[in-house]
């Protein structure tokens, strides 16, 4: 039931009927798919792996050389007992699901985090199994709480990190040297040695194994006594494979090395952009960067302006799309009806005329999608210039607040002024007082005003 519905959420079907298109998928699904998409490889590796070690058809006296007998030692039964497998797949899609959950939440928390909110704190500290998040790179005290706190990108990977080790520990131990067991045991056999009649001629006494080091010697032994390896070749054989295991230490050094870098220059250029994003966001406060950045990001006033100039040209532009429409929707209902005219006396033109109407069709519905993301564009353009004007230092949020200080000077003015004369007019020297210099009913709705 669980898998059903983790499968919608990752796929979802139509919902009017087996031939209609998938519908499209959102932004936080196409993430989830891609993230998803990591475990379902591992997850159909392995089923490759313990398939093909399950075909393998193996004589049972190898199962007493010790390498593959503490192989199957430290690793679960589901070779024998394909119940427990299942068993095991299902927790581990149990901890599959808890673990992008964990890692989402922790992504979800740095970006309120970073852009200026407050996430709960149980958000920032979550658990996968036994291994906690760690200690916060810095933590804000909060008066009702342990605060907000701000996670390193080794932090976030916390969850992804346990996981790994535990599939490791619970499904993969065991599997490569039982892997390299067999390897061995075919390159013995390959070699002419009769791993078998060597096991069962062997006294391994109460352990119940073979070592698989006796056998190769055993191997070498007897390649050597037949003249089927001679000495020399034998001797450029060790120093080629004491070569090659140098050379690919070094090669595997360089790799993870350059992996590692790959990760830093990645790292590298996420906190430039956060750094810019804030610095872009609290700019007035901050005042310019004077620190370099390899991302190259514009100035507000240049992003403000540029958007002011684009949506002023989109604006006009949309009148004249508005009147070019309007004669060429005359031009097609006259096409149209010259057709019909000419379909009435020629029917050959009927297909022509289905054809120019389907046409019309398609571009009206293009145009109405247009006109609707210029609508759309607009509200947002038009949206950020009002916000980030009134949010920041520009002319029009300066003019803003001198009139409300010169209106809250005049407030207080008037008010130091009624509190220091005590004096009041009555309405009767009020309607003397019009009856003398003329209507003066403004300023008795002020005067009222005042006095509320």
């Not at 394909?82 to 095991?88: A, H, I, W």
């Not at 299902?90 to 985090?113: G, H, M, N, P």
């Not at 830093?264 to 956060?274: E, W």
């Not at 004007?389 to 029009?396: F, I, K, V």
Request: charged share 20%; proline share 6%.
């Amino acid at each position: 039931m669980l898998r059903a519905q983790y499968s919608e959420l990752i796929q979802p079907r139509s919902m009017e009927g087996p031939g209609q298109d998938t519908p499209k998928m959102s932004a936080g699904q196409m993430l989830l798919v891609a993230f998803d998409g990591m475990f379902t490889q591992l997850e159909t590796a392995f089923g490759q792996l313990t398939e093909k070690l399950s075909s393998l058809e193996l004589p049972l006296a190898w199962r007493k050389v010790d390498v593959l007998r503490e192989a199957r030692a430290t690793q679960l039964h589901f070779f024998d007992n394909p119940s427990q497998r299942q068993l095991m797949e299902e927790v581990f899609f149990l901890k599959r699901l808890q673990t992008i959950r964990d890692f989402f939440r922790l992504c979800a928390s740095f970006a309120q985090t970073l852009s200026g909110t407050c996430p709960p704190p149980e958000d920032l500290m979550p658990t996968n199994g036994p291994i906690a998040l760690g200690k916060p790179l810095y933590r804000r005290p909060s008066a009702s709480g342990p605060g907000v706190a701000v996670v390193s990108e080794e932090q976030m990977i916390r969850p992804i990190k346990a996981f790994t080790a535990e599939f490791v520990r619970q499904m993969l131990m065991g599997l490569s040297g039982q892997a390299l067991g067999l390897a061995l045991c075919s390159t013995l056999s390959a070699l002419g040695l009769d791993v078998v009649a060597q096991v069962e001629a062997k006294d391994f006494g109460a352990e119940n194994k073979v070592p698989l080091d006796e056998l190769c010697k055993k191997a070498v032994e007897q390649s050597l006594a037949s003249g089927r390896v001679p000495q020399l070749l034998l001797n450029r054989a060790t120093v080629l494979a004491s070569s090659y295991d140098t050379a690919w230490k070094k090669v595997d050094l360089l790799r993870r090395l350059d992996a590692n870098l790959k990760a830093a220059k990645a790292s590298l250029q996420r906190s430039q952009l956060h750094i810019a994003m804030f610095q872009w966001q609290h700019e007035d406060v901050l005042g310019p960067n004077n620190q370099p950045l390899s991302v190259s990001i514009p100035p507000r006033s240049v992003i403000l302006s540029n958007m002011k100039k684009k949506l002023y040209k989109l604006s006009q532009d949309e009148g004249s799309i508005v009147a070019i429409q309007e004669k060429l929707a005359a031009l097609e209902a006259s096409i149209e009806q010259r057709l019909k005219w000419a379909g009435g006396a020629n029917p050959a033109l009927a297909p022509v005329l289905q054809d120019f109407e389907m046409t019309i069709r398609e571009r009206r519905a293009m145009v109405a999608r247009e006109n609707q993301r210029t609508s759309q564009v607009t509200f947002l353009c038009s949206t950020i210039l009002n916000f980030e004007g009134l949010r920041t230092r520009s002319p029009e949020a300066l003019n803003m607040d001198a009139a409300l200080f010169e209106l809250l000077k005049r407030c207080q003015q008037t008010c130091s002024y009624a509190a220091q004369f005590s004096s009041t007019v009555s309405p009767l020297e009020l309607q003397l007082l019009h009856r003398l210099v003329g209507d003066l009913r403004p300023a008795h709705r002020l005067y009222t005003e005042l006095q509320e």
